[in-house]
């Protein structure tokens, strides 16, 4: 799997946010599911901790975004108020 860079990825209005996050929520939970049946349960430590890393990182993501549309949400309303 090779990755864009982020410089190349351009904005788009076809999806939102929440709609993405509970969609790579459900992917990691399918990935997780699949290593089970291939590796047995409980899973190696190594899978465990990237799956549980890449969660982490989704929701550090998504409380940045949040972050950053509350203080859009404010800066809007400064300027709709002049």
Known sequence: MKMRKYEDIKPSNRTNFMMVYYH?????????TLLKKAYGSPLPVRSRDRLN??????????????????ELHIQYQKQKEK
């Open 24 to 32: 790579d929520g459900r992917t990691l939970t399918q990935i997780e």
């Open 53 to 70: 890393r890449l969660q982490f990182k989704l929701e550090q993501m998504t409380a940045r975004y949040k972050q950053c549309q509350n």
